[in-house]
Protein backbone atom coordinates (compact mmCIF):
# COMPACT_ATOMS: atom_id res chain seq x y z
CA UNK A 1 0.00 0.00 0.00
CA UNK A 2 2.64 2.61 0.95
CA UNK A 3 4.48 1.34 -2.38
CA UNK A 4 1.16 2.81 -3.66
CA UNK A 5 0.49 5.91 -2.39
CA UNK A 6 4.44 6.50 -2.67
CA UNK A 7 4.19 5.94 -6.79
CA UNK A 8 1.30 8.04 -6.93
CA UNK A 9 2.63 10.89 -5.25
CA UNK A 10 5.60 11.10 -7.65
CA UNK A 11 3.46 10.72 -10.58
CA UNK A 12 1.56 14.42 -9.18
CA UNK A 13 4.54 15.86 -8.16
CA UNK A 14 5.65 15.34 -12.25
CA UNK A 15 2.56 16.86 -13.18
CA UNK A 16 4.03 19.96 -10.97
CA UNK A 17 7.30 20.49 -13.44
CA UNK A 18 5.10 20.36 -16.90
CA UNK A 19 5.87 23.14 -18.77
CA UNK A 20 2.89 25.69 -18.61
CA UNK A 21 0.77 25.36 -21.90
CA UNK A 22 1.83 28.58 -24.33
CA UNK A 23 -0.90 30.67 -24.86
CA UNK A 24 -1.56 32.68 -27.77
CA UNK A 25 -3.29 35.97 -28.59
CA UNK A 26 -4.86 36.66 -32.01
CA UNK A 27 -5.26 39.74 -32.54
CA UNK A 28 -7.45 41.64 -35.22
CA UNK A 29 -7.27 44.45 -36.47
CA UNK A 30 -9.63 46.05 -39.53
CA UNK A 31 -12.66 47.93 -40.46
CA UNK A 32 -16.42 46.26 -40.50
CA UNK A 33 -15.90 43.42 -42.56
CA UNK A 34 -13.69 41.79 -39.41
CA UNK A 35 -16.16 43.27 -36.91
CA UNK A 36 -18.01 42.37 -34.13
CA UNK A 37 -21.66 43.91 -34.50
CA UNK A 38 -24.11 45.09 -32.37
CA UNK A 39 -27.45 43.41 -32.22
CA UNK A 40 -28.94 46.40 -33.99
CA UNK A 41 -27.20 45.69 -37.00
CA UNK A 42 -27.78 41.69 -37.48
CA UNK A 43 -27.49 40.01 -39.30
CA UNK A 44 -24.80 42.00 -40.73
CA UNK A 45 -21.59 39.87 -39.46
CA UNK A 46 -18.07 40.51 -39.47
CA UNK A 47 -15.78 37.56 -40.27
CA UNK A 48 -13.64 38.10 -37.39
CA UNK A 49 -16.98 36.88 -35.27
CA UNK A 50 -17.02 32.89 -36.02
CA UNK A 51 -13.19 33.12 -36.52
CA UNK A 52 -13.22 32.90 -32.27
CA UNK A 53 -14.80 29.24 -32.98
CA UNK A 54 -11.68 27.59 -35.00
CA UNK A 55 -9.27 27.26 -32.13
CA UNK A 56 -8.23 25.50 -29.11
CA UNK A 57 -8.01 26.62 -25.89
CA UNK A 58 -3.90 28.14 -25.67
CA UNK A 59 -5.33 30.45 -28.30
CA UNK A 60 -7.49 34.05 -27.40
CA UNK A 61 -9.28 35.98 -30.21
CA UNK A 62 -8.83 39.52 -29.80
CA UNK A 63 -11.08 41.50 -32.15
CA UNK A 64 -10.56 45.40 -32.63
CA UNK A 65 -11.83 45.47 -36.03
CA UNK A 66 -14.47 48.37 -35.83
CA UNK A 67 -16.95 49.93 -38.52
CA UNK A 68 -15.74 52.50 -40.75
CA UNK A 69 -12.23 52.31 -39.49
CA UNK A 70 -9.12 53.20 -41.86
CA UNK A 71 -5.55 53.19 -40.64
CA UNK A 72 -5.43 56.52 -40.20
CA UNK A 73 -8.07 56.57 -37.32
CA UNK A 74 -7.34 53.32 -35.99
CA UNK A 75 -4.31 54.74 -35.06
CA UNK A 76 -6.28 57.74 -33.94
CA UNK A 77 -8.52 56.31 -31.78
CA UNK A 78 -6.30 54.51 -29.91
CA UNK A 79 -7.29 51.51 -31.29
CA UNK A 80 -3.78 50.17 -32.42
CA UNK A 81 -2.30 51.38 -29.48
CA UNK A 82 -4.51 48.53 -27.22
CA UNK A 83 -3.28 46.19 -29.72
CA UNK A 84 0.34 47.08 -29.19
CA UNK A 85 0.35 47.28 -25.60
CA UNK A 86 -1.01 43.77 -25.07
CA UNK A 87 0.82 41.94 -27.48
CA UNK A 88 3.65 39.77 -26.76
CA UNK A 89 5.96 37.22 -27.94
CA UNK A 90 4.54 35.10 -30.41
CA UNK A 91 1.46 36.54 -30.20
CA UNK A 92 -0.43 37.27 -33.91
CA UNK A 93 -1.62 40.38 -35.39
CA UNK A 94 -3.67 39.63 -38.17
CA UNK A 95 -4.39 43.32 -40.16
CA UNK A 96 -6.95 44.22 -42.98
CA UNK A 97 -7.97 47.66 -44.22
CA UNK A 98 -8.70 49.49 -47.24
CA UNK A 99 -11.66 49.59 -47.32
CA UNK A 100 -12.09 53.18 -45.67
CA UNK A 101 -8.56 53.96 -46.63
CA UNK A 102 -9.58 53.96 -49.79
CA UNK A 103 -12.69 56.33 -50.75
CA UNK A 104 -11.82 59.65 -51.03
CA UNK A 105 -14.68 61.22 -49.58
CA UNK A 106 -14.33 60.05 -46.11
CA UNK A 107 -12.94 61.83 -43.44
CA UNK A 108 -10.61 59.11 -42.45
CA UNK A 109 -9.05 58.17 -45.72
CA UNK A 110 -5.77 57.88 -46.72
CA UNK A 111 -3.88 59.07 -49.80
CA UNK A 112 -1.34 55.84 -50.84
CA UNK A 113 1.75 56.79 -49.20
CA UNK A 114 -0.43 57.36 -46.02
CA UNK A 115 -1.65 53.94 -46.21
CA UNK A 116 1.40 52.16 -46.48
CA UNK A 117 2.98 54.11 -44.52
CA UNK A 118 0.70 53.30 -41.56
CA UNK A 119 1.20 49.42 -42.85
CA UNK A 120 4.69 49.44 -42.21
CA UNK A 121 3.95 50.95 -38.64
CA UNK A 122 1.81 48.16 -38.23
CA UNK A 123 4.38 45.64 -39.46
CA UNK A 124 7.61 46.99 -37.24
CA UNK A 125 5.75 47.82 -33.84
CA UNK A 126 4.02 44.11 -34.15
CA UNK A 127 7.87 42.92 -34.62
CA UNK A 128 9.06 44.62 -32.18
CA UNK A 129 6.94 43.09 -29.68
CA UNK A 130 7.82 39.52 -30.94
CA UNK A 131 4.47 39.12 -32.35
CA UNK A 132 3.82 38.13 -35.44
CA UNK A 133 2.20 40.46 -38.47
CA UNK A 134 0.03 38.94 -41.02
CA UNK A 135 -1.04 41.35 -43.91
CA UNK A 136 -4.24 40.93 -44.99
CA UNK A 137 -5.71 42.17 -48.25
CA UNK A 138 -9.17 44.04 -48.15
CA UNK A 139 -11.80 41.50 -48.73
CA UNK A 140 -13.90 42.16 -51.89
CA UNK A 141 -16.96 43.85 -52.59
CA UNK A 142 -19.67 41.86 -54.58
CA UNK A 143 -20.05 43.49 -58.11
CA UNK A 144 -20.38 41.38 -61.61
CA UNK A 145 -19.90 42.80 -64.84
CA UNK A 146 -22.59 42.18 -67.32
CA UNK A 147 -20.92 39.11 -68.51
CA UNK A 148 -21.55 37.50 -64.97
CA UNK A 149 -17.47 37.69 -64.07
CA UNK A 150 -17.31 39.19 -60.34
CA UNK A 151 -15.15 42.06 -60.43
CA UNK A 152 -11.73 43.14 -58.37
CA UNK A 153 -12.98 45.97 -56.53
CA UNK A 154 -10.05 47.29 -54.86
CA UNK A 155 -7.18 47.23 -57.05
CA UNK A 156 -5.19 49.72 -56.02
CA UNK A 157 -5.64 49.10 -52.48
CA UNK A 158 -5.13 45.41 -52.08
CA UNK A 159 -2.19 45.77 -54.42
CA UNK A 160 -0.62 48.21 -51.83
CA UNK A 161 -0.97 45.37 -48.83
CA UNK A 162 1.03 43.17 -50.98
CA UNK A 163 3.72 45.23 -51.68
CA UNK A 164 4.11 46.12 -48.54
CA UNK A 165 4.26 42.73 -47.21
CA UNK A 166 6.47 41.96 -50.03
CA UNK A 167 8.87 44.59 -48.91
CA UNK A 168 8.75 43.65 -45.13
CA UNK A 169 8.76 40.04 -45.46
CA UNK A 170 5.74 39.11 -43.89
CA UNK A 171 3.00 36.66 -44.37
CA UNK A 172 0.39 37.54 -46.80
CA UNK A 173 -3.35 36.57 -46.92
CA UNK A 174 -4.81 37.93 -50.36
CA UNK A 175 -8.32 37.80 -49.37
CA UNK A 176 -9.33 40.52 -52.02
CA UNK A 177 -8.78 37.35 -54.75
CA UNK A 178 -9.83 34.58 -52.91
CA UNK A 179 -13.25 35.93 -51.85
CA UNK A 180 -13.31 37.03 -55.88
CA UNK A 181 -12.96 33.33 -56.67
CA UNK A 182 -15.50 32.44 -54.10
CA UNK A 183 -17.97 35.06 -55.38
CA UNK A 184 -17.53 33.52 -58.75
CA UNK A 185 -17.77 29.98 -58.09
CA UNK A 186 -20.90 31.03 -56.79
CA UNK A 187 -22.64 33.15 -59.30
CA UNK A 188 -24.13 36.43 -59.68
CA UNK A 189 -27.22 35.67 -58.12
CA UNK A 190 -26.11 32.59 -55.35
CA UNK A 191 -23.08 34.50 -54.36
CA UNK A 192 -25.84 37.50 -52.81
CA UNK A 193 -26.94 34.69 -50.09
CA UNK A 194 -23.55 35.63 -48.27
CA UNK A 195 -24.76 39.32 -47.77
CA UNK A 196 -26.79 41.35 -45.91
CA UNK A 197 -29.51 41.06 -48.66
CA UNK A 198 -33.04 41.54 -46.89
CA UNK A 199 -36.33 42.18 -48.67
CA UNK A 200 -38.68 44.66 -46.77
CA UNK A 201 -40.04 42.80 -44.10
CA UNK A 202 -37.57 40.06 -43.28
CA UNK A 203 -35.61 41.25 -40.49
CA UNK A 204 -36.93 43.71 -37.55
CA UNK A 205 -33.22 45.28 -37.79
CA UNK A 206 -34.36 46.43 -41.28
CA UNK A 207 -37.95 46.62 -42.22
CA UNK A 208 -37.73 48.70 -45.33
CA UNK A 209 -35.18 45.41 -46.52
CA UNK A 210 -31.60 45.89 -47.34
CA UNK A 211 -29.16 45.48 -50.39
CA UNK A 212 -25.29 45.51 -48.86
CA UNK A 213 -22.67 44.28 -51.15
CA UNK A 214 -19.68 45.11 -48.80
CA UNK A 215 -21.17 43.26 -45.59
CA UNK A 216 -21.71 39.64 -44.63
CA UNK A 217 -24.30 37.98 -43.07
CA UNK A 218 -23.89 35.17 -40.88
CA UNK A 219 -23.18 32.42 -43.82
CA UNK A 220 -20.95 34.97 -45.56
CA UNK A 221 -18.69 36.18 -42.54
CA UNK A 222 -18.38 32.05 -41.72
CA UNK A 223 -16.99 31.52 -45.78
CA UNK A 224 -14.97 34.38 -45.05
CA UNK A 225 -13.85 33.42 -41.99
CA UNK A 226 -13.08 29.95 -43.59
CA UNK A 227 -10.96 31.18 -46.18
CA UNK A 228 -8.50 33.21 -43.49
CA UNK A 229 -8.53 29.75 -41.95
CA UNK A 230 -7.50 27.95 -44.73
CA UNK A 231 -4.77 29.98 -45.57
CA UNK A 232 -3.09 29.61 -42.61
CA UNK A 233 -2.85 25.88 -42.64
CA UNK A 234 -1.94 26.68 -46.82
CA UNK A 235 1.08 28.47 -45.77
CA UNK A 236 2.01 26.26 -43.13
CA UNK A 237 2.06 28.85 -40.24
CA UNK A 238 2.82 27.79 -37.03
CA UNK A 239 -0.67 29.08 -35.74
CA UNK A 240 -2.01 26.42 -37.80
CA UNK A 241 -1.16 23.58 -34.77
CA UNK A 242 -3.48 25.54 -32.84
CA UNK A 243 -6.72 24.89 -35.15
CA UNK A 244 -9.60 22.72 -33.30
CA UNK A 245 -9.16 19.27 -34.31
CA UNK A 246 -12.47 17.54 -35.15
CA UNK A 247 -13.90 15.02 -32.78
CA UNK A 248 -14.06 11.35 -33.96
CA UNK A 249 -17.32 9.67 -34.10
Known sequence: MQRIVYATSIILMSFCFLPATKKIKIFI?????????EIKNYPETGWGMPFVNFWDSTVTVVNLAKNGRSTKSFIAEGLWKQ????????????????????V????????EE???????KFVQETKSKKAIPILITPVSRRQFDDAGKAMETHPVYAQLVR??????????????QKSIALFQQLGKENSTLLFNHLKPGEHPNYPDGKEDNTHFNE?????????????????NMELASHIVKPLKK
Open 29 to 37: AGDSTAAIK
Open 83 to 102: IIDNAGEGDYVLIQFGHNDE
Open 104 to 111: PTKKNATT
Open 114 to 120: EFKTNLV
Open 163 to 176: DVAAAQGVLLIDLD
Open 219 to 235: LGARKIAAIVLAEIQAQ
